[in-house]
Every structure is written in C-alpha cells, then in structure tokens.
C-alpha cells in the first residue's frame, strides 16, 4: 500500500511541470457543467429586493421546523450533552468505535474551517456587521437540525461482525424509507446521498483545504513557496495518509487532541484582540444587532443581511447536510438519542463561538479603524484585523490556517470513505484504494487550480442536503418518540450514571 502511494506520489510530481495546460484544459471542459449544476443548486428568488438562495431556504426552513418539532431541544438538551461528552453516562459495553468525545471532536474538525476565519469576514463584508447577529440565530436553529440526523445516524447504522460500523444518511434513508414501504425510493435517494458525498470529500473536503493551506503559507513566507506546491502538498498528503490508514480510531485519537487545541489557540488569540479595542466593544455590539434589523448599506436592507448571515451559518456548520452524521455514527452507545444529544455541541462550537468570536475581532477593528483591512477580504480581512494588534499574527493564523485545513481534510477522508463502501462495499482492498485516491487529491490541491471541480463539488454537497431534509421529516416522530422515551428514563434512573 506504501509502495503505491509513492507511485501516485511521484506521477504527481511529474505533472508539476505540465499542469498548466492541464488546468486549462480541464477548466474548460467542466466550467460549463459547474456553470449548469451551480445555477441549478444555488437557484435564487428575489425577495424584497433580496437573492435567496432556495436552498438555504430549504436548510433554515427545516431547522426552525425541528427546533420547535422537537421542543427546544438545543436548550433543553444543553446540559445533557456535556454530561454525555465527559462520559458520564458511558456504558463500556455499549457497540461502537470511538467515545462521545472523539465522535464529537471528529464532527467538529470537519466543519471548523477555513470558513470561519475567512467566509465570516466575507459575510461582514457583504452583508454587514448585522448578519452576524443572524449567523448566531441560524446557528442555535441548526442545533436542532443536527441532533434529528445524528440521532437517525447512530439508530440506522450498519454494524458489522469486527466491531466496525457504518452509517450516515445513505443508510437512514435507505432504511427508513423501506420502513415506510418506499424501499425503492430510499435506495435511489441513499445511493445519490453517498455519490455526492464521496465527490464532495475530494473537493470541498479535501482540495480546496489542501489549496488554502498551501496559499496561507506561500503568503506568509512571502512567496518563497512558489512553485513548491507538490512539495507542500506531498507533505500534507503524507501526514493525512499516516493518519486515516488507521481508519475512525485512528482519525478521532487525532482530533480529539487537536480540535480542542487549534480551537482554545485561535479562540485565545482572538479574545485577547477584541479586549484590546475593548473601547469599540460597546459600537461593535450595537452595530450587529442595529444592522440586523436595518440591514444599513446592505442590499436587501435587513433581509439581505439575514439572508447572508443564515447563508454563511449553513455553509459552516453544516447543518442538514447530514455529513456529520456519519462521524456520530461510530460512537459506542446502544442509545441513539445520547448522540443527537452530544451533537448540539458542534454548531454552537462552529458557529455560536467560533464564527462570533472572529466577527467581533473584525467588527471591534473597523470600529477602531473603518480603513483597517484597506481592499483586504476574506482571510486577508481577518488577518489584517489581528495584525493590528500583533504585527507577527500572519505566522500564528498561518499555522491555524493549517490546522483547519488539516483536521478537515481527515474527517472528510472518513466522510468520502463511507460514501464509497456504501457504493462498492466495505472490502479491506477498496478502503485502501479509496485512501490512496484521497490523498493523491491532497497533493494534487496544491499543484493544480481547478475550480470548475472544486464549484462541481461544492454545488454537489448542498444538493444532497435536499433529499436528506426530506428524509428528516419523514422520520422526524422516529426521533420525537426516542427522545421522549429516553428522557423519561433518564427521569426514572433507569438510565444511570457510571461515574
């Protein structure tokens, strides 16, 4: 297996030298299907002078339908969760691979990103400090939407004789719509779920992290990395591929050290920024919560501001997508409600923290100088919002940058991985060759410039939030009645603590 990695490692160094012409001539062969899919998936309607995207409309219709479906859960359940992620209610003998904690740690890596240095600052840009006080909502609502499909992930999954299990949505609607005599419906929509997703781990999951990684170092080095791209992505390759060859055990004992530390690193970092301008905190508050409902400068007014707060929230978190689910799936419980519970934890990490704390860092920082980021945007906004307060922060956020980047790229190998033994089956041999294909995408993020693909694959994993949605209401009362049944017991101590 090593030996074929290295062969797929030096066919890519030996396109380095071509991959210019390659570029264009897969660019121009795919913009016009990307151009079609895009304008298919992210069909907007306008709405009081507004773009909607009607699938972001799709995605923050159902999680207010589940938020109120399901009671509150994402405040009732809060408390709980914690207690289920410190192993509080952890039965050792439960089925499953990985503790609430890794599962979770897993789940997170996979959405805490480069957007959320970088696709905050666009949505401040764009619609103004009010659609952070949106991003925040859209958030709390997507909590709920997260604790339906990670219940569904863990009741539905398959667990095999080694121990090992699968799942995700292409099983839970696989196999709940069998149970409701549309057998052939759920196979047809749980088969075009795991196509999507394995397409969308090589792209979004996978090449546009590794392609990000590489143009945050090559900036902070000051282009001493032109043209060092294969290298840089040989490495990234090589260090993602020691990692998933050890499959979800392997990937969780990975995150569940590095999430908390890239997150409590980054997070530090940026609090420490907004208490310098603590002067500009008061404003900077006023801003969100005045641009919220007035959407000032903002095209739309306070709808457009909405609009881009709830579209940026959705593209973090992830929420309906289903993806995450599929990390949940493998956690060691016989209870599948304790980890929709535990999954309340990852957007409020993702977007209610994380995406808060860097539109405050920026917010404070045009308060303090409206000219701050000069024609800077994205990332290059939010460095530039840290550098002016600490001259070196490219480096540290260039080292962040990465950590995002990697920690994405490895829950997403796991993604991809289910999506194909969905489809070819959970053979030893086609898990190897699935890993091999991932990591050669790695290398290949940061040599070739592909963004027709990477627009293919981005389109593709929103596309799939459509059937998943729809497999959520279906088998919402499955989860309502788990939920209640579980709580009661709970209540009853016939669920008990073993610590």
Same mark, same amino acid.
């Given at each position: 297996?090593?030996? =074929?990695?290295?062969?797929?490692?030096?066919?890519?160094?030996?396109? $380095?030298?071509?991959?210019?012409? /390659?570029?264009?001539?897969?660019?121009?062969?795919?913009?016009?299907?990307?151009?079609?899919?895009?304008?298919? !998936?992210?069909?907007?309607?306008?709405?009081?002078?507004?773009?909607?995207?009607?699938?972001?409309?799709?995605?923050?219709?159902?999680?207010?339908?589940? $938020?109120?479906?399901?009671?509150?859960?994402?405040?009732?359940?809060?408390?709980?969760? @914690?207690?289920?992620?410190?192993?509080?209610?952890?039965?050792?003998?439960?089925?499953? %691979?990985?503790?609430?904690?890794?599962?979770?740690?897993?789940?997170?890596?996979?959405?805490?990103? /480069?957007? *959320?240095?970088?696709?905050?600052?666009?949505?401040?840009?764009?619609?103004?400090?009010?659609?952070? &006080?949106?991003?925040?909502?859209?958030?709390? =609502?997507?909590?709920?939407?997260?604790?339906?499909?990670?219940? +569904?992930?863990?009741?539905?999954?398959? %667990?095999?004789?080694?121990?090992?299990?699968?799942?995700?949505? #292409?099983?839970?609607?696989?196999?709940?719509?069998?149970?409701?005599?549309?057998?052939?419906?759920?196979?047809?929509?749980?088969?075009?779920?795991?196509?999507?997703?394995?397409?969308?781990?090589?792209?979004?999951?996978?090449?546009?992290?590794?392609?990000?990684?590489?143009?945050?170092?090559?900036?902070?080095?000051?282009?001493?990395?032109?043209?060092?791209?294969?290298?840089?992505?040989? @490495?990234?390759?090589?260090?993602?591929?020691?990692?998933?060859?050890?499959?979800?055990?392997?990937?969780?004992?990975?995150?569940?050290?590095?999430?908390?530390?890239?997150?409590?690193?980054?997070?530090?970092?940026?609090?420490?920024?907004? +208490? #310098?301008?603590?002067?500009? @905190?008061?404003?900077?508050?006023?801003?969100? &919560?005045?641009?919220?409902?007035?959407?000032?400068?903002?095209?739309?007014?306070?709808?457009?501001?909405?609009?881009?707060?709830?579209?940026?929230?959705?593209?973090? *978190?992830?929420?309906?997508?289903?993806?995450?689910? /599929?990390?949940?799936?493998?956690?060691?419980?016989?209870?599948?409600?304790?980890?929709?519970? !535990?999954?309340?934890?990852?957007?409020?990490?993702?977007?209610?923290?994380?995406? $808060?704390?860097?539109?405050?860092?920026?917010?404070?920082?045009?308060?303090?100088?409206?000219?701050?980021?000069?024609?800077?945007?994205?990332?290059?906004?939010?460095?530039?919002?840290?550098?002016?307060?600490?001259?070196?922060?490219?480096?540290?956020?260039?080292?962040?940058?990465?950590?995002?980047? &990697?920690?994405? #790229?490895?829950?997403?190998?796991?993604?991809?991985?289910?999506?194909?033994?969905?489809?070819?089956?959970?053979?030893?041999?086609?898990?190897?060759?699935?890993?091999?294909?991932?990591?050669?995408?790695?290398?290949?993020?940061?040599?070739?410039?592909?963004?027709?693909?990477?627009?293919?694959?981005?389109?593709?994993?929103?596309?799939?939030?459509?059937?998943?949605?729809?497999?959520?209401?279906?088998?919402?009362?499955?989860?309502?009645?788990? #939920?209640?049944?579980?709580?009661?017991? !709970?209540?009853?101590?016939?669920?008990?603590?073993?610590?």
């Amino acid at each position: 297996m090593y030996r =074929l990695f290295l062969t797929i490692s030096l066919m890519i160094v030996s396109l $380095t030298s071509a991959h210019a012409g /390659i570029d264009d001539a897969i660019n121009d062969a795919t913009a016009p299907i990307a151009e079609l899919i895009g304008q298919i !998936v992210f069909f907007k309607i306008p709405v009081f002078g507004a773009q909607l995207p009607v699938v972001v409309l799709w995605l923050v219709v159902g999680a207010v339908f589940f $938020t109120f479906y399901m009671g509150f859960i994402n405040l009732r359940g809060f408390k709980h969760a @914690i207690a289920l992620v410190r192993g509080d209610y952890a039965d050792p003998n439960s089925h499953g %691979e990985v503790s609430h904690f890794q599962a979770l740690a897993t789940a997170v890596s996979g959405t805490v990103g /480069i957007g *959320n240095i970088g696709g905050v600052a666009v949505a401040v840009t764009v619609g103004g400090p009010g659609a952070t &006080f949106w991003l925040i909502l859209a958030g709390f =609502l997507g909590m709920s939407t997260k604790f339906v499909e990670c219940t +569904l992930g863990v009741k539905y999954r398959q %667990e095999f004789a080694d121990g090992h299990v699968s799942g995700g949505p #292409m099983y839970y609607l696989r196999k709940g719509f069998a149970d409701r005599g549309m057998a052939g419906f759920g196979k047809f929509i749980g088969t075009f779920y795991a196509i999507g997703i394995f397409i969308g781990a090589l792209g979004i999951g996978n090449m546009f992290q590794s392609n990000q990684a590489y143009v945050q170092l090559n900036n902070v080095s000051g282009g001493a990395l032109d043209g060092l791209g294969w290298l840089v992505g040989l @490495i990234l390759a090589s260090v993602v591929f020691v990692v998933i060859v050890g499959g979800i055990k392997s990937i969780a004992r990975v995150t569940e050290k590095i999430v908390p530390f890239m997150a409590i690193f980054y997070c530090l970092f940026a609090i420490i920024v907004i +208490l #310098m301008n603590a002067n500009a @905190i008061p404003t900077a508050i006023a801003n969100i &919560f005045v641009g919220a409902f007035t959407g000032e400068g903002v095209a739309g007014g306070a709808l457009g501001a909405m609009i881009i707060g709830f579209q940026r929230a959705v593209f973090s *978190n992830e929420a309906g997508i289903g993806s995450a689910s /599929i990390a949940h799936s493998a956690v060691k419980t016989d209870e599948p409600i304790t980890e929709g519970i !535990v999954s309340l934890l990852e957007p409020f990490i993702d977007t209610i923290v994380i995406c $808060t704390i860097t539109a405050l860092v920026i917010g404070t920082a045009q308060v303090a100088d409206p000219s701050f980021a000069g024609n800077a945007q994205g990332v290059a906004m939010t460095s530039a919002a840290f550098e002016r307060e600490f001259s070196w922060f490219p480096v540290p956020l260039a080292f962040a940058a990465l950590l995002f980047a &990697f920690s994405t #790229m490895i829950s997403w190998s796991y993604y991809g991985l289910k999506g194909w033994t969905y489809m070819f089956g959970e053979g030893e041999l086609g898990q190897k060759i699935y890993k091999i294909i991932f990591c050669a995408f790695v290398a290949l993020g940061c040599v070739v410039e592909l963004g027709p693909i990477l627009n293919i694959s981005d389109a593709l994993v929103f596309l799939i939030c459509v059937p998943n949605i729809l497999g959520l209401y279906f088998l919402a009362p499955t989860v309502k009645m788990e #939920m209640d049944s579980y709580f009661a017991r !709970v209540s009853s101590g016939e669920i008990r603590k073993f610590k």
